[in-house]
């Protein structure tokens, strides 16, 4: 009885400890199905996730994007409408791209997928179209994604190639005339003194008056007569000749397989289709140089330099007359322009001899007086005429400009050689003997006697002759007006001698 419980017994507690093993066991491996499972959904939403993302970018780039084997037949394809200008999606699935790509492009691409293939390594193919007249630029990337797949990123890189061909161009044109510049004269200097281009003529050119059109019109004004010469010079010389501005108002032409007679001819075109342009009556006018490399031994530079010394004597011996013709004309044109100028420039020269002979100048003097008198409103040629015609009185920033035809008349006239002193006299003659007037605001005895005696004259002429927007007064009511601003506007002195002489008419 003993043996017999002893032996249900254990098989009784073996029984109890194999149910409790087995529990276990399934608890340990319903643990391990649920942890594999959750894993395995963790994996699974990080796969989503990553496929989203990658679609995300995918759509996200604007290159065209292909998948192609390895003899470039389109596996797949995406794009948006018309980019790169290829072909709709049905009409390029399954043909090769290279069979798509211009020239020898195609073959290109087929060598880059062979490379990749090869070595698995990134190559790049570029190629170009054109596309209603409009050229584009585009560059493929090419990278392996499987056994015998490749991935091919196409970009359109046609403002890449834009800026580059700008700035390429900038680098050798100048900016305002798109003439080549100083740098592309040094490289074409050396890349044509060959002997095939014997002879080989250089023809240097200078603008003449360039800096009296910049001081009277201003720079815009001067950049437009720069321009101008630069197409009579197109206009003039052939595709193969080097055309260049060195700078300012500097000009320089290479011309390969040109003896010096016929660059003389040249130069004879040129002047006369620079006589054709005209900048407020002025013609535009150019001092020239040339000389001719004959033979290999020649120094190209010496060459240069005889040009350049012939421009330097022509400009040295034209440029003065030149300037005083600019004057004549510029004055001209303003005369013809308001005929009440040249009235007034007529009288008050008038009205200042007579005091400066009053009051004992001598010849040189008075001529000089009669001159700067004559010249005393030149600067107006670079005043709007909406100013000076302008019916009524002129508002402040109208006035402020109006008054800078002293300094314009002063560049003007101290451009020329010999009209210095004249020059001073017309820079003066709106100061103040209290030294409230215009443009340095001096007084008293600082301003130039004969600017005081063209400041009377041109005064009393304004008020006696008929004027836009002011009465016009009597000799007497001028005069009365002139003593009221003695030792204010008018030297005291010379008008009181003025007022007497004008009493006595």
């Given at each position: 009885?003993?043996?017999?419980?002893?032996?249900?017994?254990?098989?009784?507690?073996?029984?109890?400890?194999?149910?409790?093993?087995?529990?276990?066991?399934?608890?340990?491996?319903?643990?391990?199905?649920?942890?594999?499972?959750?894993?395995?959904?963790?994996?699974?939403?990080?796969?989503?996730?990553?496929?989203?993302?990658?679609k995300?970018?995918?759509?996200?780039?604007?290159?065209v994007?292909?998948?192609?084997?390895?003899?470039?037949?389109v596996?797949?394809?995406?794009?948006?409408?018309?980019?790169?200008?290829?072909?709709?999606r049905?009409?390029?699935?399954?043909?090769?791209?290279?069979?798509?790509?211009?020239?020898d492009?195609?073959?290109?691409?087929?060598?880059?997928?062979?490379?990749?293939?090869?070595?698995?390594?990134?190559?790049?193919?570029?190629?170009?179209?054109?596309?209603?007249?409009?050229?584009?630029?585009?560059?493929?990337?090419?990278?392996?994604?499987?056994?015998?797949?490749?991935?091919?990123?196409?970009?359109?890189?046609?403002p890449?190639?834009?800026?580059?061909?700008?700035?390429?161009?900038?680098s050798?044109h100048?900016?305002?005339?798109?003439?080549?510049?100083?740098?592309?004269?040094?490289?074409?200097?050396?890349?044509?003194?060959?002997?095939?281009?014997?002879?080989?003529?250089?023809?240097?050119?200078d603008?003449?008056?360039?800096?009296?059109?910049?001081?009277?019109?201003?720079?815009p004004?001067?950049?437009?007569?720069?321009?101008?010469?630069?197409?009579?010079?197109?206009?003039?010389?052939?595709?193969?000749?080097?055309?260049?501005?060195?700078?300012?108002?500097?000009?320089?032409?290479?011309?390969?397989?040109?003896?010096?007679?016929?660059?003389?001819?040249?130069?004879?075109?040129?002047?006369?289709?620079?006589?054709?342009?005209?900048?407020?009556?002025?013609?535009?006018?150019?001092?020239?140089?040339?000389?001719?490399?004959?033979?290999?031994?020649?120094?190209?530079?010496?060459?240069?330099k005889y040009?350049?010394?012939?421009?330097?004597?022509?400009?040295?011996?034209?440029?003065?007359?030149?300037?005083?013709?600019?004057?004549e004309?510029?004055?001209?044109?303003?005369?013809?322009?308001?005929?009440v100028?040249?009235?007034?420039?007529?009288?008050?020269?008038?009205?200042?001899?007579?005091?400066?002979?009053?009051?004992?100048?001598?010849e040189?003097?008075?001529?000089?007086?009669?001159?700067?008198?004559?010249?005393?409103?030149?600067?107006?040629?670079?005043?709007p005429k909406?100013?000076?015609?302008?019916?009524?009185?002129?508002?402040e920033?109208?006035?402020?400009?109006?008054?800078?035809?002293?300094?314009?008349?002063?560049?003007?006239?101290?451009?020329?050689?010999?009209?210095?002193e004249?020059?001073?006299v017309?820079?003066s003659?709106?100061?103040?003997?209290?030294g409230?007037?215009?443009?340095?605001?001096?007084?008293?005895?600082?301003?130039?006697?004969?600017?005081?005696i063209?400041?009377?004259?041109?005064?009393?002429?304004?008020?006696?002759?008929?004027?836009?927007?002011?009465?016009?007064?009597?000799?007497?009511?001028?005069?009365?007006?002139?003593?009221?601003?003695?030792?204010?506007?008018?030297?005291?002195?010379?008008?009181?001698?003025?007022?007497?002489?004008?009493?006595?008419?």
């Amino acid at each position: 009885m003993s043996a017999l419980f002893s032996l249900s017994g254990w098989w009784l507690v073996g029984l109890g400890l194999t149910v409790i093993l087995g529990t276990l066991a399934i608890f340990i491996l319903n643990y391990l199905v649920n942890a594999k499972t959750k894993a395995l959904y963790e994996i699974n939403e990080q796969l989503r996730q990553t496929q989203s993302q990658n679609k995300a970018i995918i759509n996200a780039i604007p290159d065209v994007i292909f998948i192609l084997d390895n003899e470039s037949r389109v596996l797949e394809y995406k794009s948006d409408e018309q980019a790169c200008h290829f072909p709709e999606r049905t009409l390029i699935m399954g043909r090769k791209l290279s069979e798509q790509l211009p020239g020898d492009s195609g073959r290109a691409l087929v060598e880059a997928i062979g490379r990749v293939l090869s070595i698995n390594d990134l190559q790049t193919v570029n190629f170009s179209t054109t596309n209603d007249g409009e050229d584009f630029h585009y560059e493929i990337r090419l990278m392996r994604s499987g056994k015998n797949e490749i991935v091919a990123l196409c970009r359109d890189m046609t403002p890449q190639y834009k800026s580059l061909e700008n700035i390429k161009y900038l680098s050798y044109h100048d900016q305002l005339t798109g003439l080549y510049n100083r740098y592309m004269f040094e490289e074409e200097f050396k890349r044509l003194d060959v002997s095939r281009n014997f002879p080989l003529s250089i023809i240097m050119a200078d603008v003449n008056g360039l800096k009296l059109i910049n001081d009277c019109f201003g720079h815009p004004v001067g950049d437009q007569l720069l321009i101008s010469f630069a197409d009579a010079l197109k206009k003039v010389f052939r595709a193969d000749d080097i055309i260049c501005r060195l700078g300012g108002d500097e000009f320089i032409v290479i011309l390969p397989q040109t003896t010096y007679d016929e660059a003389e001819r040249l130069i004879d075109r040129i002047q006369k289709s620079c006589g054709e342009v005209k900048f407020f009556e002025l013609s535009l006018s150019v001092a020239f140089g040339v000389a001719t490399k004959q033979e290999p031994n020649d120094a190209i530079k010496e060459v240069m330099k005889y040009a350049e010394d012939q421009m330097y004597k022509r400009k040295l011996f034209e440029g003065p007359v030149v300037k005083e013709q600019m004057v004549e004309k510029l004055l001209v044109s303003l005369f013809e322009e308001s005929p009440v100028e040249k009235q007034h420039s007529d009288t008050v020269a008038l009205y200042s001899v007579q005091l400066g002979e009053a009051i004992g100048l001598n010849e040189t003097e008075l001529e000089t007086l009669r001159q700067a008198a004559v010249y005393h409103d030149i600067g107006k040629i670079a005043i709007p005429k909406a100013i000076l015609e302008k019916q009524g009185q002129l508002m402040e920033e109208e006035m402020e400009q109006l008054k800078t035809h002293a300094d314009i008349g002063y560049r003007i006239l101290s451009s020329v050689n010999g009209m210095a002193e004249c020059a001073d006299v017309v820079l003066s003659h709106h100061e103040h003997w209290n030294g409230k007037g215009y443009p340095k605001g001096i007084s008293g005895d600082e301003i130039p006697i004969l600017s005081r005696i063209i400041s009377l004259s041109d005064a009393f002429a304004a008020m006696t002759n008929e004027r836009l927007y002011k009465p016009v007064l009597n000799a007497g009511e001028a005069l009365e007006e002139i003593e009221r601003y003695l030792g204010i506007q008018f030297d005291p002195v010379l008008g009181r001698k003025f007022i007497s002489l004008h009493a006595k008419m």
